[in-house]
C-alpha cells in the first residue's frame, strides 16, 4: 500500500469536502491503528474503506471488494484479547483500537500435476499434499476461515480419500490463504480443496443432462442476439440488471 497523506489533505477536492461537512451531522469515529499508525476513521466502515480514508492507496490485495474473491486477506488484534483475528477488508467492519495489517499474498506451495495423468484416489493426495497427514485435528484453520467452512473436516476427508467430501465442503472457498498461514502442520488447505474439486469434475461427477442442452443450445447461437444485446448496455445498465436478476 502506498501513502498519499500530503495531497490528501491539499486537494482542493477534499477542502471542498471539509466545508460540506460542516452542515452535515458529526460523524462518528473510532481509532483504529494501520500500519502500525493510528489513524481516525468513521466508525461503520469496512477495513478496505478505512484504509482508504486514512489516505493509503491499494494497490494490491484488492479485487471484487464484496466478499467474493479473497484477495484482501487481513489479520488483527482487539483491545484486551490476546488473540489473533482474522477476515476480509473488505467486509470486515472496523473496532475501536483495531491493530490490522493486510496481506496482500499469502505464500503457499502449489502441486504441479496433469490432471489427466491423476486418479481420485488417496494416494493422489498421499503424492501431491503429503502433508495433510501432518494435521494434528486442532480446527485452528477452520476458526480462521471467513467463510466459516469446515477446513479442517475436509482435510481429515482428504486423508481417508473421500473426495466428494472434500469438495463439498471447500466448494465456497475464496482461496484467501488465511487457514494456511494458522496452520502448524504448515498444510496449504486450499490448495487440497481445489485438488478435489479438479478431481471431482473430471472423474466423479455426473454428466447433466441439462448442461449438455445447454452448451448444444449456445453452439447453435440460440443466445447470439441477448449476448450482443448486453454488449450494448453501459456499465451502470449491467450493473442494475445484476442486482436485480430473480435469484433461485
Known sequence: MKQDMGQRESSPQNQDKTTRKSSEPATEFVTVYIMGKAHKVPAGSTIMGAIEYAGYQIKRGAG????????????????????????????????????????PAIPAKKAIYDLEKLQPTVETFQLLYPEIFRCVACATCTKACPQDLEVMDYIQAAKRGDIEMVMDLSFDCLCCGLCAIRCPAEIVQFNVGLLAKRLYGRYLNKKSQHLEERIKEIKAHKYDSEYEKLMKMSREELKKLYYERDME
Open 64 to 103: 471484487c471488494r464484496e466478499g467474493f474473491c479473497g484477495a484482501c486477506a487481513t489479520v488483527y488484534r482487539l483491545p484486551g484479547d490476546f488473540k489473533i483475528h482474522t477476515g476480509l477488508a473488505c467486509t470486515t467492519l472496523v473496532q475501536e483500537g483495531m491493530w490490522l495489517a493486510q496481506l
